[in-house]
């Protein structure tokens, strides 16, 4: 159960971490795209690797956070059913979730796109548009990324619910445990 423990706190600190840092493209992204407005509008331009820029750095952003957001069950839920239920239940879900079908759907995902992801790495993709961005090949790369940072953090999740099913939870810190409604009503 220590190693269970130690997987769900490995695996939450990667995907804290890379969180932490690709959020910030949130802010690049809202800079380049007023960058955009700015050029089209005010000086009647507009750059075509620059617009290319801000969509890429939003996609990078979404694909990148996705196990961060899983982290924090920031994740859109119809919880009408899961946020009353005892810790127990919640476990319960959660681990049936994540092995019917997070998992099996995060290996679709990386099953199915390695190959368009890896030809691109191959000949360096870049834009389809004229005068567009180079390095496509690296915004794609984030589709794999996505489907490992999620699989993992679906895997700390599966752990986690097995430590409650096996009453070992206070073996977590109290960040990573299940929130309660208690501490839901205090954030």
Same mark, same amino acid.
């Given at each position: ?9 490995? =695996? !939450? ?7 932490? =840092? ?25 750059? #075509? ?36 239920? !005892? ?7 959660? #681990? ?23 030809? !691109? ?17 690296? #915004? ?31 073996? #977590? ?15």
């Amino acid at each position: 159960m220590q190693g269970l423990a130690a997987l769900v706190k490995g =695996i !939450s600190a990667i995907n804290w971490l890379v969180g932490q =840092i690709l959020s910030w493209l949130a802010l690049a992204c809202v800079l380049v795209c007023f960058t955009v407005v700015v050029q089209r509008y005010f000086f009647n331009t507009s750059t #075509l690797w620059v617009q290319d820029l801000y969509v890429w750095v939003g996609g990078a952003m979404f694909t990148g956070v996705a196990g961060f957001a899983l982290l924090r069950d920031d994740h859109v839920r119809v919880d009408i059913f899961y946020r009353p239920s !005892s810790v127990r239940r919640k476990a319960m879900a959660d #681990l049936f979730g994540v092995v019917v079908f997070l998992l099996p759907f995060m290996y679709v995902v990386i099953r199915y796109c390695y190959p368009a992801v890896a030809r !691109s790495w191959g000949f360096y993709e870049g834009s389809s548009n004229i005068g567009g961005m180079p390095g496509l090949f690296i #915004l794609k790369g984030f589709i794999i990324a996505f489907a490992v940072l999620v699989g993992l953090q679906g895997i700390a999740m599966a752990a986690r619910a097995i430590l409650v099913l096996a009453n070992r939870e206070e073996l #977590l810190p109290p960040d990573l445990r299940y929130k309660t409604d208690d501490a839901r009503e205090a954030h």
